[in-house]
């Protein structure tokens, strides 16, 4: 039971007001991965606390790593209409920057697919950011995760972005 086409410029809304999933049935698989970022600020002492492997409920970094993954992969359970979609890869690494009291989270999907991978990569940096929130809350209330955004994108038909 198909839905009229959808707005110009609005691809889960129909011309009716209706959400709807993007029909990719007609789209062509091709390599597709994605890298977003974004950061978690904090007090130079919980810095030095997952630095040095401190925190009470464990390693930071590896739990935030494994939680980004695991995100990732539920990222249509989470995002109403987003596609159910075979990741070939997820990667999730941190950056620390002691100057300014920061980690940095970079996470990459892939997959070979009819459509992008950019939910996944974004999905996967804001659980690792809530992970280190969750984990280290008992020492720094006043940590703020901010700056999460797509980097860049390549595949499908639009090709490659990068943010400049």
């Not at 539920?74 to 075979?86: A, G, R, S, Y």
Request: net charge positive; aromatic share 4%; hydrophobic share 40%.
């Amino acid at each position: 039971m198909p839905t009229s086409k959808s707005k110009p410029g609005l691809t889960h809304i129909d011309t009716k007001g209706k959400a709807t999933m993007v029909d990719v049935t007609n789209k062509q698989e091709t390599h597709r991965e994605a890298l977003a970022r974004g950061t978690v600020y904090m007090k130079k002492e919980t810095l030095q606390l997952i630095t040095n492997d401190k925190i009470v409920k464990g390693n930071v970094f590896e739990t935030a790593r494994l939680a980004g993954i695991m995100a990732a992969k539920k990222t249509c359970e989470l995002i109403p209409l987003c596609h159910q979609l075979n990741l070939a890869a997820v990667y999730v690494d941190f950056k620390v920057v002691r100057k300014m009291n920061k980690v940095e989270i970079m996470a990459k999907a892939k997959c070979t697919g009819q459509t992008g991978v950019e939910m996944e990569a974004l999905t996967a940096v804001s659980v690792a950011a809530l992970t280190i929130y969750d984990m280290c809350k008992a020492v720094d209330k006043a940590m703020v995760i901010s700056d999460i955004m797509l980097m860049e994108k390549r595949g499908g038909k639009s090709g490659e972005w990068k943010r400049s």
